[in-house]
């Protein structure tokens, strides 16, 4: 009978990304990312990690705009192959207990939400679910309780509801460049993994606290599977009403660390050791520039919050971007494991106060961030998976 699955298994594995898989987690170094990522067949099953210490995630965020005043929601769903983390207070203790066929499978996973209308947040508790896929090759659906995502070759439909939050909108299924796929390794069998939808308008209907209206705005989407500890980053993403956006991401590592609460002080700010340099433009209708000799600086608010500036070099193209931020939220993990370790998740609504992009004819283009919203987040601590 063993030999029998493990004939199977290598059957499944030879094209992991065709919407046949027997697992979920299996080692990062297993297979090669695809070159042309595909949204459908792709996004069901977590990526390849080892089945120990990994971590998923589907991160959405909504940009919107109403009334002349910028908005965002940003929802999520994730699962974990470990036990015993506490989020915001909440016991979030199941493994992922994967079950079923690659087709329709099962698991273990936690939801949350927020809302910030532009003044102040409305948070939806993390909540302790089970999730199920349905894969095929050209359709897919992953629900709970809490949400249902339907997507086809040609329409994806997401609905988020708890409480006095829902959310139910629709958009067409992105294809490459608008999906990305990327891996990142940080030792031969440890990094991560990321399926991306950068920029996609989406149309729908908002309800919060009674208040239900039709909603248009702007998608940004992670799928991440990772198995490192989870370190410090810096990062943000913005778009643009006629589809530009751009994006910066740093992991570092400082006395930032050894953080043990969630307050923003100025002292933290400087000396950090960069482990890994992003910053990508992509100006609408055109590709994606994706900047070297990359530089970040962290500089505090007269509202006590940080702001954020990056700068980069391609060739004769220049960026430089400076956003503040003008509201927080903080996700709190916390976990046993050799003592209780803190990972505090902090994300800020933001502006762009100065874009300044020099093209290759050497013409500078600047412009204030009145087309633009976005999010950024400035995270530290420490949490061993």
């Given at each position: 009978?063993?030999l029998?699955?493990?004939?199977?298994?290598?059957?499944y594995?030879?094209?992991?990304?065709?919407?046949?898989m027997?697992?979920?987690f299996?080692?990062?170094?297993?297979?090669?990312?695809?070159?042309?990522?595909?949204?459908?067949?792709?996004?069901?099953?977590?990526?390849?990690?080892?089945?120990?210490?990994?971590?998923?995630?589907?991160?959405?965020?909504?940009?919107?705009?109403e009334?002349?005043v910028k908005?965002?929601?940003?929802?999520?769903?994730?699962?974990?192959?470990?036990r015993?983390?506490?989020?915001?207070?909440?016991e979030?203790?199941?493994?992922?207990?994967i079950?079923?066929?690659?087709?329709?499978?099962?698991?273990?996973?936690?939801?949350?939400?927020?809302?910030?209308?532009?003044?102040?947040f409305q948070?939806?508790?993390?909540?302790?679910?089970?999730?199920?896929t349905i894969?095929?090759?050209?359709s897919m659906?992953?629900?709970?309780?809490?949400?249902?995502?339907?997507?086809?070759?040609?329409?994806?439909?997401?609905?988020?509801?708890?409480?006095?939050?829902?959310?139910?909108?629709k958009?067409?299924?992105?294809?490459?460049p608008?999906?990305?796929?990327?891996?990142?390794?940080m030792?031969?069998?440890?990094?991560?993994?990321?399926?991306?939808i950068?920029?996609?308008?989406?149309?729908?209907?908002?309800?919060?606290?009674?208040?239900?209206?039709?909603?248009?705005?702007?998608?940004y989407?992670?799928?991440?599977?990772?198995?490192?500890?989870?370190?410090p980053?810096l990062w943000?993403?913005?778009?643009?009403?006629?589809g530009?956006y751009?994006?910066?991401?740093?992991?570092?590592?400082?006395?930032?660390l050894?953080?043990?609460?969630?307050?923003c002080?100025?002292?933290?700010?400087?000396?950090?050791?960069?482990?890994?340099?992003?910053?990508?433009?992509?100006?609408?209708g055109?590709?994606?520039?994706?900047?070297?000799?990359?530089?970040?600086?962290?500089?505090?608010?007269?509202?006590?919050?940080?702001?954020?500036?990056a700068?980069?070099?391609?060739?004769?193209?220049k960026?430089?971007?400076?956003?503040?931020?003008?509201a927080?939220?903080?996700?709190?993990f916390?976990?046993?494991k050799?003592?209780r370790?803190k990972?505090?998740?902090?994300?800020?609504?933001?502006?762009?106060?100065?874009?300044?992009?020099?093209?290759?004819?050497?013409?500078v283009?600047?412009?204030?961030?009145?087309?633009?919203?976005?999010?950024?987040?400035?995270?530290?601590?420490t949490?061993?998976?």
């Amino acid at each position: 009978m063993n030999l029998v699955i493990g004939l199977l298994r290598k059957h499944y594995y030879i094209k992991p990304y065709q919407g046949h898989m027997d697992f979920m987690f299996e080692p990062i170094d297993k297979y090669t990312p695809p070159e042309k990522p595909d949204f459908i067949t792709g996004f069901p099953p977590a990526r390849t990690f080892s089945k120990k210490g990994s971590f998923v995630w589907w991160w959405w965020m909504f940009l919107f705009e109403e009334d002349g005043v910028k908005k965002q929601i940003v929802a999520y769903w994730t699962t974990k192959t470990y036990r015993n983390v506490r989020v915001n207070g909440v016991e979030w203790g199941p493994k992922a207990e994967i079950t079923g066929t690659p087709e329709k499978f099962t698991y273990n996973g936690m939801a949350t939400a927020w809302y910030y209308d532009g003044k102040t947040f409305q948070e939806i508790k993390p909540k302790n679910l089970v999730i199920s896929t349905i894969a095929s090759k050209d359709s897919m659906e992953i629900k709970s309780d809490d949400f249902d995502l339907r997507a086809n070759r040609e329409i994806t439909k997401l609905r988020f509801h708890r409480d006095d939050f829902d959310i139910d909108i629709k958009f067409a299924t992105p294809v490459p460049p608008i999906v990305g796929y990327k891996r990142t390794l940080m030792t031969k069998k440890m990094g991560f993994d990321q399926q991306k939808i950068y920029y996609v308008r989406f149309s729908g209907k908002l309800a919060t606290m009674g208040n239900a209206r039709n909603l248009e705005g702007s998608v940004y989407m992670q799928h991440i599977c990772l198995n490192t500890p989870a370190v410090p980053w810096l990062w943000g993403v913005f778009h643009r009403k006629d589809g530009a956006y751009f994006t910066y991401f740093t992991t570092f590592i400082s006395r930032q660390l050894f953080r043990r609460n969630s307050e923003c002080k100025p002292k933290w700010d400087g000396k950090m050791k960069f482990l890994n340099k992003n910053l990508n433009y992509t100006p609408a209708g055109e590709k994606t520039k994706r900047f070297k000799h990359v530089r970040y600086r962290v500089f505090r608010q007269e509202n006590g919050l940080p702001g954020f500036e990056a700068t980069g070099e391609l060739d004769n193209e220049k960026l430089r971007v400076k956003v503040i931020t003008v509201a927080k939220t903080t996700y709190t993990f916390s976990r046993f494991k050799i003592w209780r370790n803190k990972f505090f998740y902090n994300e800020f609504p933001s502006e762009v106060v100065e874009l300044e992009y020099t093209d290759k004819a050497g013409k500078v283009h600047k412009e204030t961030g009145e087309n633009w919203n976005g999010n950024c987040e400035y995270s530290w601590g420490t949490l061993l998976n």
